[in-house]
């Protein structure tokens, strides 16, 4: 009689796969492009045309919105992705940094330093360190200095003058010829981020152009990649470190006007203020705290936890967060049209992720992650063992062709809709087995009236 448990745990099983993607195994190492659009706000995907992007979304993951960490800088956020870390963790708190100890100074123009750079240990650097492979960096932030005394076995020295054509075809030159292979690599291009500093985001005539410029770039991305045969067997995420805020002239907090520049240095300006008091600290708070009711200020151990953005020397006993849109300003300072650093949580500072390749599903959109999420997912990709961090792999795993996708609601339904099909079949079993084993009551033979009796 055929095994109705064993049918039963079939068709269990065969739901459970159902919500698993195709996990086809592959023989060549898995491979990875980290490519980032400085300043790409989530929302540009909503009021822009984007052929190239779409296309390529398409056929591989969307997260609509990547909450950033705070604060909402290119530096931190781009050391986030690639530590998994929040900033107070990997030291990287801002594009402008003083550290007291040791009196150095971090900018945009001098950040040669390790020192700045050694509280975490990037992908880039664990990639070298585990296995026979290699990593290669086309300028995104940190790639060109020795963290931990190890650089990518490639990488370009920062130079914005470099085109992105030049920056593709090295990263494309790594990814084909090099021994040991290049597995993780990664891209860096300026733009939207300068423009929509110059413009603002929320002009329309001078922002299509420079996003239909970055449309392009993924177009010929996407192109090389196919002419030269990585395209299959490459796993690449598109993305970017925050959005971008419309500023204007009359929405500006000016510090001189509440209090002597002689009572403090300011490490780093606007939006997100960092100040280093050269008076009592508490006396220069009371000064600034009702400088403007579009600033928040905080002793630096009274910053938000949500932050995170506390446990650090670099981090100055005082901060000024501006209000979206605002900007802090000393007399001589000149406005940005466009610009970030602002609260996290606020969605103009998003940016999104998109995610093409074998390791990812295909035609999959999702809401959100955080972005310290996708270090634990590029090293699940790539077979690396992760150093601590502040991500979680399973915010990522619907992205995954090899991660079984499911959500409460869905694991509820699935459970129930076992359950009743158990119940059904075991009813039915017992109905059947009730058939079978009940004997039929004996049936006298019944003769017709025509029909003779036998006489012995």
């Not at 076995?153 to 292979?181: A, G, K, Q």
């Not at 420079?210 to 991305?221: C, P, Q």
């Amino acid at each position: 009689m055929f095994n109705m448990k064993l049918l039963v745990i079939l068709l269990f099983y065969g739901l459970i796969n159902a919500c698993r993607g195709n996990n086809s195994s592959h023989t060549l190492p898995p491979k990875l492009l980290l490519v980032s659009f400085d300043g790409f706000r989530a929302d540009y995907l909503q009021n822009y045309e984007f052929p190239h992007l779409q296309n390529f979304i398409k056929e591989g993951v969307l997260v609509e919105h990547v909450e950033n960490v705070f604060i909402t800088k290119t530096f931190p956020n781009h050391y986030s992705i690639v530590t998994g870390l929040y900033e107070e963790s990997h030291g990287i708190i801002a594009n402008s940094m003083y550290d007291v100890i040791t009196k150095k100074h971090f900018s945009d123009f001098n950040d040669r330093d390790p020192f700045w750079w050694n509280e975490a240990i990037p992908i880039w650097v664990t990639n070298e360190l585990q296995g026979n492979r290699s990593s290669a960096a086309a300028m995104w932030p940190g790639t060109d200095i020795p963290i931990h005394n190890t650089t990518p076995s490639y990488f370009m020295n920062y130079s914005s003058s470099v085109s992105f054509e030049e920056r593709l075809n090295n990263i494309t030159m790594w990814l084909r010829n090099s021994d040991p292979p290049v597995t993780f690599a990664t891209l860096y291009w300026e733009e939207p981020d300068a423009s929509g500093h110059k413009y603002g985001p929320e002009d329309k005539k001078n922002m299509s152009k420079v996003l239909k410029e970055v449309d392009d770039l993924i177009g010929d991305l996407v192109y090389k990649l196919k002419m030269l045969g990585l395209w299959e067997n490459l796993n690449v995420i598109i993305t970017s470190d925050h959005g971008m805020a419309q500023c204007s002239q009359d929405r500006l907090i000016n510090l001189d006007l509440c209090i002597d520049p002689s009572d403090y240095t300011l490490i780093d300006l606007s939006p997100v203020a960092a100040i280093l008091p050269k008076i009592n600290k508490t006396e220069v708070y009371n000064k600034l705290k009702n400088c403007s009711s579009h600033m928040n200020v905080y002793l630096k151990e009274d910053i938000p936890a949500r932050f995170h953005y506390q446990h650090n020397d670099r981090i100055q006993p005082v901060l000024l967060v501006a209000d979206e849109g605002w900007t802090i300003a000393l007399n001589k300072s000149s406005l940005k049209l466009g610009d970030h650093g602002y609260d996290n949580s606020l969605p103009s500072m998003h940016p999104f992720l998109a995610a093409h390749g074998p390791a990812f599903r295909k035609g999959y959109k999702q809401s959100t992650i955080n972005n310290v999420d996708i270090y634990p997912m590029m090293c699940h990709v790539l077979g690396l063992e992760p150093h601590p961090n502040n991500g979680t792999l399973s915010h990522t795993k619907c992205l995954l062709v090899d991660q079984w996708c499911i959500k409460l609601p869905e694991a509820i339904g699935i459970v129930i809709g076992a359950l009743l099909v158990l119940t059904t079949l075991t009813g039915l079993l017992i109905i059947m087995q009730n058939r079978l084993s009940v004997p039929r009551p004996f049936s006298r033979l019944q003769l017709q009236d025509d029909d003779d009796p036998l006489i012995d």
